[in-house]
DNA sequence: TATTGTTATACTCTATAACTATA
DNA sequence: TATAGTTATAGAGTATAACAATA
């Protein structure tokens, strides 16, 4: 441990919890044939229904040119096709196929399992608390960071 | 959010500090100079002393390949230089320069402002109990997760 | 023979800038 | 004139495989 006291503690296991659940993520979703952006993509379009790659944009916080990527890899890997605008010539609806829609039920079925995974055998108080604390850091974290743009959600 | 329940909105508290501790690491590393995975790199030189590539490539968890990238950016950046290993001409001791050693410095120093941050105007029985939870679900994780290899830390 | 690190090659994610088609 | 999405170009991180130098 780098830093001895009791906060230092604090923050070196929420670094690790950080390491540990991004491998888990990682792996999971390799299962399904996704990367990590690829599934962030996925997920506003279960969420969002049919999008404009311009919203997708927007919603992921990342350059159009990046979408059209990660677009391309989408259709290549049958989780989304490319469907017109109705009313808008120049735009495209990126719209989950069947079996994109299924994954990304199974990705919302894999978050409920891994929340009863991990606080299943919790007290509610526990939870709440755990809650509460969390909310106070994230707090303190937005506090400190500059008023940009940055992704939404 | 996509879990109603308790146990799914503790879930996804832990899922949006992932993602806003990490926009504030790779904000900060920015102005330095630095990428995550190189100032990871950067980190295991100061803990360890100059490494082997090999060694550094093992204790990150990447291939050798991709070590090699790491310290040429390094190298191009002056935050590291390659010595000559004393014993075997096959190796190369990767080893911090003064810039490099400062700024490891430096980052263990925004480590420890970060926790005061965070944690200072908690109590603490209350930063206890966060810890404990955190260790809860950390080992819930690791329950689940393949005996493999993996990066260590 | 085995190991260290490199070159060769390839894929993903990311960005800016220039350009086309459409509003 | 402004917007949606693509092509062009570039850099970082990642991987495997083949290879050279050395152990």
Same sequence: chains 1, 2.
Avoid: C, I, K
Wanted: no cysteine; hydrophobic share 40%; proline share 5%.
């Amino acid at each position: 441990m780098t830093v001895s006291n009791r906060r230092g503690v604090a923050l070196d296991r929420v670094l690790e919890l950080v390491v540990v659940l991004g491998e888990d993520m990682t792996r999971s979703l390799a299962v399904e044939g996704l990367t990590a952006s690829r599934a962030h993509l996925l997920w506003e379009l279960g969420r969002n229904g049919p999008s404009t790659q311009r919203a997708v944009a927007d919603s992921l916080g990342v350059s159009a040119r990046n979408v059209t990527g990660l677009v391309d890899g989408l259709v290549a890997t049958r989780f989304v096709t490319r469907e017109p605008h109705p009313s808008d010539r120049r735009a495209t609806l990126v719209t989950l196929t069947e079996h994109g829609m299924a994954t990304f039920a199974q990705l919302d079925r894999g978050q409920e399992e891994l929340a009863q995974l991990l606080f299943s055998s919790m007290p509610a108080h526990q939870v709440d608390a755990f809650v509460d604390t969390l909310d106070h850091v994230l707090a303190r974290l937005r506090d400190q960071l500059p008023p940009g743009p940055a992704g939404t959600r």
